[in-house]
């Protein structure tokens, strides 16, 4: 059965971007990444509750995927009705062979903070987040790709090396692990977690020196 094209239910947009910067500076997000971001479209500050919203395009610059965060201390995240995944949240305008993968966009975003932090031009490197934590079958040989992995390789078929940056914890090593055994063997895929912390955000707290209450978020989340 074919799937019905889903139509995407944005929310409305604040006129201002000041919670969802205080927010991301307070994730250790490089600023001029984040204005950039807000000027290609592809985040935005929600209302009525001034959520992050991250915005996935299609070919023709067409929201077709959403995924919202709340910024205050509560764990509220969730994806947009009529989201669709193979649009998933992404900066990957480049030329390069080299692709690196994330569970979510805030890992995808500390990535490229880390990026000019080490000097190197972030606007070059390929990153796609997969819209969530992927998750593989009981059998692993019989998992499949996530659907936006599937639609970025197809769009760009210079690809050749696949990094893959998921968290430190069972989910995201047995993920990787899913992608190493099933990707064809034309794509040489690099497992590269974060050096030290659950994820890549951690890790660019913890070079920043930002201390995030954590148990704080969680309470709140109960």
């Known amino acids: 059965q074919e799937e019905k094209p889903k139509t995407l239910l944005l929310p409305e947009k604040s006129k201002t971007t000041d919670k969802i910067r205080e927010y991301l500076f307070g994730r250790g997000?490089?600023?001029a990444i984040t204005d950039e971001c807000i000027k290609k479209g592809v985040i935005f500050e929600s209302l009525p509750y001034h959520n992050?919203?991250?915005v996935g395009f299609d070919e023709k610059q067409k929201p077709k995927y959403a995924a919202f965060?709340?910024?205050n201390s509560r764990r509220i995240l969730g994806d947009c009705s009529g989201s669709d995944k193979h649009y998933s949240f992404r900066l990957a305008d480049s030329a390069s062979s080299e692709v690196h993968l994330f569970e979510?966009?805030?890992d995808l975003l500390s990535y490229a903070t880390l990026s000019k932090l080490s000097g190197r031009n972030w606007r070059q490197e390929n990153l796609v987040s997969l819209a969530g934590v992927y998750l593989p079958k009981e059998k692993i040989e019989d998992s499949t790709t996530p659907?936006?992995?599937v639609k970025y390789l197809d769009e760009k078929p210079q690809i050749k090396k696949i990094f893959l940056h998921f968290d430190n914890d069972n989910a995201g090593r047995k993920a990787s692990l899913?992608?190493?055994t099933i990707l064809p063997s034309k794509y040489e895929v690099i497992d590269s977690p974060p050096?030290?912390?659950?994820?890549y955000n951690d890790f660019l707290c913890f070079k920043l020196g930002?201390?995030?209450n954590k148990t704080k978020e969680r309470t709140n989340e109960r």
Do not use: E, N, Q, Y
């Not at 050096?195 to 994820?199: E, I, S, V």
């Open 29 to 31: 997000i490089d600023a």
């Open 52 to 54: 992050i919203v991250f």
């Open 69 to 71: 965060r709340a910024t």
């Open 104 to 106: 979510c966009a805030i």
């Open 147 to 149: 659907a936006a992995l």
């Open 178 to 180: 899913a992608l190493k």
């Open 195 to 199: 050096p030290c912390g659950k994820d």
């Open 210 to 212: 930002i201390h995030r």
